[in-house]
């Protein structure tokens, strides 16, 4: 169960950093997803093993990483809007960007200990995607591969706004991020209120920092 939970993170992680780096190269790719995935795979892959920090889990290193290559590029206020569900719109604006800032530090905190496991063979391949010409929403899906084991399919979802895409949801292997997310939520949000579920990321995300 553990090395699953392992192989589950390091997927999220890598599927997560891919996409939405390669919404940075959109001007170039065309505008595809898939081609931007493609296009910036290599040079994403070559940055995390290079850095020892980010392998190590540096809390700070992964931070950086994320307000300088992710924070731009997804749709946090989105992902945690519907990973609250319908509790979001009972939310005060204050707490839900308490919510939104915790639960960015709850992903990295959770991803840290995953990124060890991308190993120098690691690759993404990407798998056909089936959506309308003129489609906003999308899936875009691949396969991480890595040296020993199956493919972990890797799926995210993908919105476009404006003239770029942004990441809202991730799926590794089935399991779909905010899906998991939600079921927890509701949970803590049924016994302890907005307030309280704002309060249990803090307190484990201290230790993090």
């Given at each position: 169960?553990?090395?699953?939970?392992?192989?589950?993170?390091?997927?999220?992680?890598?599927?997560?950093?891919?996409?939405?780096?390669?919404?940075?190269?959109?001007?170039?790719?065309?505008?595809?997803?898939?081609?931007?995935?493609?296009?910036?795979?290599?040079?994403?892959?070559?940055?995390?093993k290079?850095?020892?920090?980010?392998?190590?889990?540096?809390?700070?290193?992964?931070?950086?990483?994320?307000?300088?290559?992710?924070?731009?590029?997804?749709?946090?206020?989105?992902?945690?809007?519907?990973?609250?569900?319908?509790?979001?719109?009972?939310?005060?604006?204050?707490?839900?960007?308490?919510?939104?800032?915790?639960?960015?530090?709850?992903?990295?905190?959770?991803?840290?200990?995953?990124?060890s496991?991308?190993?120098?063979?690691?690759?993404?391949?990407?798998?056909?995607?089936?959506?309308?010409?003129?489609?906003?929403?999308?899936?875009?899906?691949?396969?991480i591969?890595?040296?020993?084991?199956?493919?972990?399919?890797?799926?995210?979802?993908?919105?476009?706004?404006?003239?770029?895409?942004?990441?809202?949801?991730?799926?590794?292997?089935?399991?779909?991020?905010?899906?998991?997310?939600?079921?927890?939520?509701?949970?803590?949000?049924?016994?302890?209120?907005?307030?309280?579920?704002?309060?249990?990321?803090?307190?484990?995300?201290?230790?993090?920092?």
């Amino acid at each position: 169960m553990q090395s699953f939970r392992r192989a589950w993170l390091a997927a999220l992680f890598v599927g997560l950093v891919l996409a939405v780096a390669a919404t940075q190269a959109r001007a170039q790719a065309g505008g595809a997803p898939e081609a931007l995935v493609q296009k910036v795979t290599g040079e994403v892959l070559s940055a995390i093993k290079a850095d020892a920090s980010v392998q190590s889990g540096d809390p700070r290193r992964l931070l950086q990483l994320v307000d300088e290559k992710i924070l731009p590029y997804v749709d946090f206020q989105k992902t945690t809007r519907l990973a609250a569900g319908r509790f979001w719109r009972q939310a005060t604006p204050e707490q839900q960007g308490a919510l939104v800032k915790e639960f960015r530090t709850t992903l990295v905190r959770t991803y840290s200990g995953a990124v060890s496991a991308v190993k120098q063979q690691t690759e993404v391949e990407l798998r056909p995607s089936h959506y309308a010409a003129d489609a906003t929403d999308v899936v875009v899906r691949t396969n991480i591969k890595q040296p020993a084991g199956d493919p972990i399919p890797v799926d995210y979802r993908m919105e476009k706004e404006g003239g770029g895409w942004k990441i809202y949801d991730v799926n590794v292997m089935g399991v779909w991020l905010i899906e998991n997310y939600r079921n927890q939520f509701s949970q803590q949000i049924s016994q302890n209120g907005i307030d309280g579920l704002i309060k249990s990321l803090a307190e484990r995300n201290s230790q993090f920092k």
